[in-house]
């Protein structure tokens, strides 16, 4: 794959470790929930080193000192529904008072064009960075429209957060977005003739909500 000034693929051994482990058929819908959450509080950790933050004063038993804390309204989270839903648990480990919006997309089976059903964004989101979630990046059509909804609400700086992508979906939204920073936990082979990720790890949301 060609390299984007935009996107990071983390490649991490304990990230990979747990992907690992989502991947496998085997793993039970709980285990998969908690590993999804897990590999998103790691990614986000590595990829908020420049989160906004304030300077406040506090009284330690010794005396006043300055310190450092995450600005107020610093990050916005936004889940691509369903599968990133399962992700937000992890973002918020993080940014407890983070505030969540929702984006209603979904493709069609045959044609895997993306189809908006759903938008509700926190106030204010524009002030802040959005974190667009979806745990899989493949022909990469429900992230362009997602963050293209998200310009259109506003939002100046997204940041994408996707555990697995294929590569011609990493390359999608890095040319339709140069602005967006995408951070990708593992890039994968490629996509199946039914637009599905290999090696993957099956249809996310349905592991995540036990749906098949
Ligand atoms: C999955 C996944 C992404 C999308 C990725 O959602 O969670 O949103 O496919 O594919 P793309 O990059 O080719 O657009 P799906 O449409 O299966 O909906 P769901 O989360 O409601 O199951
Ligand atoms: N959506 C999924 O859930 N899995 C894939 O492999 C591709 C799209």
């Known amino acids: 794959m060609k390299e984007y000034a935009n996107v990071t693929i983390f490649d991490h051994p304990l990230i990979q470790h747990k992907v690992a482990i989502l991947r496998d058929e085997k793993t039970s819908t709980k285990e998969f929930r908690e590993l999804?959450?897990?590999?998103?509080?790691?990614?986000?950790?590595?990829?908020?080193?420049?989160?906004?933050?304030?300077?406040?004063?506090?009284?330690?038993?010794?005396?006043?000192?300055?310190?450092?804390?995450?600005?107020?309204?610093?990050?916005?989270?936004?889940?691509?529904?369903?599968?990133?839903?399962g992700m937000v648990n992890g973002v918020h480990t993080l940014f407890p008072?983070?505030?969540?919006?929702?984006?209603?997309?979904?493709?069609?089976?045959?044609?895997?064009?993306?189809?908006?059903?759903?938008?509700?964004?926190?106030?204010?989101?524009?002030?802040?960075?959005?974190?667009?979630?979806?745990?899989?990046?493949?022909?990469?059509?429900?992230?362009?429209?997602?963050?293209?909804a998200l310009k259109q609400r506003g939002c100046k700086d997204i940041r994408l957060m996707n555990i697995i992508g294929a590569p011609i979906g990493v390359e999608t939204v890095a040319e339709a977005h140069p602005d967006v920073k995408i951070y990708v936990s593992t890039l994968d082979r490629q996509l199946n003739d039914v637009g599905y990720i290999l090696p993957g790890l099956g249809d996310a949301g349905d592991r995540l909500f036990g749906t098949k």
């Open 36 to 85: 999804v959450e897990e590999i998103t509080t790691l990614m986000v950790y590595e990829a908020f080193k420049d989160v906004p933050t304030k300077k406040v004063m506090v009284q330690t038993p010794l005396e006043l000192t300055e310190q450092t804390m995450v600005a107020d309204n610093a990050v916005s989270i936004v889940p691509i529904l369903r599968a990133g839903l």
């Open 97 to 148: 008072l983070a505030r969540v919006g929702h984006i209603g997309m979904y493709r069609n089976e045959e044609t895997l064009q993306p189809c908006e059903y759903y938008c509700k964004l926190p106030e204010g989101i524009e002030n802040s960075i959005a974190i667009l979630l979806d745990p899989m990046l493949a022909t990469g059509g429900s992230a362009v429209a997602a963050i293209d």
